[in-house]
């Protein structure tokens, strides 16, 4: 056998020097530099700094420290601004990130709910299975369940790690670098999954198409007393297995997730709209009424019509709907629920360029906020064509009444 020279093997070079170039870190060590105390004393520094000023910060903190350690603590401190909005400024400010893992991760308000739920149904030890950053695992210790919390990224471990001591909850969570595939669920009383939703291209639809496929996680889940399962909210009620309850949750009137929840109450839908908390549980209505617009035009949320449920915001209300395919719902009453926003209705106008433009300079209306439900116009090219100027403002609904394109004009219900 030929013996072929061998090239010295290259020694690492120390951690601080891989760190990534240009902001975020792309790996343990470089990651683990941060956690040092020349890495902490840095992202303290760079707390609250402005974004605009990042050059000159940077510039100086290269005098004291290596030039990659700055680099990765302003990356670090960039998606600690970026998480603000899914944490808060309190949390945010201490915890770590990954681009992708401030991306996937569940926003605190969303966690919290679900933690509260676990908390409800009476769950001490739960494997968090897909752990991600940790904000899950996060709220259900904040909750005070003990969490095993898994993922098979070694950095998204390591970071995971750091934000549950950031936060002091390490006694509570222990975070294990595995494929959750070969995890034994046998000793909790809960298992939770957020499996990956997107691969190298881009967003995934196909549950089966998630990591871990949907259908593993139905299984692990059937395996524990209780389950839940975070999907997408456009997952088709036909692909909810029998024996789960589905709850679509919205925050702030965007829907952010759908769960999957085993060992609850099979077959039942429900939506739940953040930050109220307010649950609706379908009752399994038939279709609501279809009539005139009313007085009232009530806009469902969107976990509400993800849910299928707008049929028991229509009873709560007792309204009925502008459309047999629409889920605007009408009422000559006012009722203030919280699943829906309540406009007050002052015209009522087949859809017409003209009309619509002259009837809104009449208003003296400049600024329109455009909703739609099954209508084809572009928001965005109607408000260029409709050139408005004035002082006053409305809700200009698009859609369709009785099968007709109708545009309806509203004032939201609390300015009144
Ligand atoms: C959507 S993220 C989880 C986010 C997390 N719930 C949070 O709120 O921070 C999905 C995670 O699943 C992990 N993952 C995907 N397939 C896995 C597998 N087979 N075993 C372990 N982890 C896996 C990915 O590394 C990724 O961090």
């Known amino acids: 056998m030929p013996r072929w020279p061998t090239a010295p093997t290259p020694r690492p070079p120390p951690a601080v020097h891989r760190l990534a170039h240009n902001g975020p870190v792309d790996d343990v060590d470089s990651f683990s530099a941060l956690l040092t105390p020349e890495g902490q004393a840095l992202l303290e520094e760079l707390r609250d700094h402005d974004p605009g000023r990042e050059l000159a910060v940077a510039t100086r903190l290269r005098r004291h420290h290596p030039a990659e350690l700055v680099s990765a603590a302003l990356g670090q401190a960039r998606l600690r601004q970026r998480a603000v909005a899914k944490f808060g400024a309190a949390d945010a400010q201490r915890m770590f990130f990954t681009p992708q893992g401030v991306e996937q991760s569940t926003r605190a308000a ?72 070969e995890v034994d669920v046998a000793e ?116 509400v019509v993800r849910a299928h449920l707008v049929a028991d915001v229509a009873e709560r209300i007792g309204g009925r709907l502008i459309d047999p395919t629409i889920a605007y719902v009408t009422a000559d009453v006012l009722h203030q629920v919280p699943y829906a926003t309540a406009y007050e209705v002052t015209d009522t106008l087949p859809f017409n360029l003209k009309k619509l433009r002259s009837l809104l300079r009449e208003r003296g209306v400049g600024v329109v906020t455009i909703k739609k439900r099954g209508s084809a116009v572009e928001p965005e090219e109607l408000r260029k064509r409709l050139r408005l100027h004035g002082s006053d403002s409305c809700v200009v609904f698009l859609t369709r009444v009785a099968g007709s394109p109708t545009v309806l004009l509203a004032q939201p219900a609390e300015r009144r």
Not at 134 to 147: E, H, M, S, W
Request: proline content about 9%.
């Open 110 to 181: 969303v966690a919290e709910h679900r933690a509260r739920r676990f908390e409800e149904i009476g769950v001490h030890r739960a494997a968090d299975l897909c752990c991600g950053i940790g904000a899950d695992a996060i709220a259900l210790a904040r909750a005070g369940v003990q969490v095993l919390a898994v993922d098979r990224s070694p950095l998204t471990c390591a970071v995971a790690r750091a934000n549950m001591a950031a936060l002091g909850l390490s006694r509570r969570v222990e975070v294990r670098c595995a494929d959750v595939t």
């Open 188 to 303: 909790f009383d809960a298992v939770f999954a957020d499996p990956a939703r997107r691969n190298g291209r881009g967003r995934v639809f196909d549950p089966e198409a998630y990591s871990p496929p949907l259908s593993w996680a139905v299984e692990t889940a059937r395996r524990a007393p209780h389950g839940a399962l975070k999907v997408a909210p456009g997952i088709p009620h036909e692909a909810v297995p029998e024996d789960a309850e589905a709850e679509w949750v919205s925050d702030g009137g965007d829907v952010k997730e759908a769960v999957l929840w085993f060992g609850t109450a099979p077959r039942v839908r429900r939506a739940t709209v953040l930050p109220t908390g307010a649950s609706l549980l379908g009752t399994g209505l038939p279709a609501p009424p279809v009539g005139p617009v009313g007085r009232w035009l009530y806009e469902p949320d969107g976990a």
